[in-house]
Structures are given as C-alpha cells and as structure tokens.
C-alpha cells in the first residue's frame, strides 16, 4: 500500500455515529489473527528461545497492536486483563491453554477479589484454534507442554493502553501491579 499521508479534513462527509465502524471488531482481529497464524512463512520467522519467551510487532488491522509470540515450553502469562482493549489470538504452532473467568470484575478500587467457584474456563487451543475477547477479559495463557514450544497470533484494539496483572490463590484474586505500554516487551 502507498504511504499517503495527504490530511484528511475532521470527517465532514462522514455521516453521523459511523467513526466507531473503523474500530475493528473482535471478531475482525480473530479473523486477522487465524490468517496470520497460517502464514506459515511469517510463523517459521519467529526466532524461539528456549530460555524464554520471543515476539514480533506484527502490523494489525485498523490501527490494532498485534504480536506473534513465541512460547517455550512449560511457560505462560500470569493472570491479567488487557487495560479495556479487546481482542483475539490464535495458536499458530504447538498448543496453548487458556485459564479464564467467567465473571466481569470491577477493574477498580480493589486489591483482593474472592472468585465465586464456578467462574473458571478452561480452553485448549491447537493450532488453528483461538478466540475472541472482550474488553474485560481476565485470563493467563500457558503452553502446558513439556516438549514444544508454541508460537501464537494476538491482536488488540485500542493498542493497549495498560495491563493489569494478577496473583492467584485459590480463589483469592490479588492486583499485583499495573504495566505501562513498554514495560511488557
Ligand atoms: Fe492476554
């Protein structure tokens, strides 16, 4: 695509309530992210390392943040939520689980939440395989294999402005830290 850059006047003939149709859809980065994640060519670039885990800015859809990420085995996210962003991801190679909740948390004036004990999921996801969250989604993302690393397509819109970061014991959920964009790279 050519790099225009010619100003755009402030949307004068854009009718009324359609700004937010520019916003991609969760549904829009899954479909981004399971094209990416077939690109086999884009996924065997990803250096891996077994010492830890390796990314890749990918360009994502409508102004979307997108990673390829690739997982050694035996590692994972702790818990988090992506600041008010939704989003997508895909297993591209190897196999993640996904832990989640079920509830939508309040994302302010707490320290320690007790979970209710039916509000986990649990999803393995192959290759191929992968979803789309909204904008309170609370999980951790593992690749429980103790052989294969895994390489995987996330995307997320807005680019995420913050992360929130979870402990975990048993059903006691405590923020354990708020993190700035730059500080998880
Ligand atoms: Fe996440």
Redesign the pocket.
Known sequence: MPDVRTPSPTRPSAPAGTSADTAPSPAELLEFARRTAADTALVDSLPLDPEGRTWLRLDGPGGSEAWLIGWPPGTG?DW???GGSH?A?VTAAGELQELSLAARLPTEGWKTLELADDVDRERQLPAGQGRA?GAH?V?E?INTSTERHAVSV?AYYPPLPL?RRYSRTGQVLRLEQIELPGEWE
């Open positions: 996210t988090h939520d992506h989003g991801f969250f989604h999980h993302v996330h992360m």
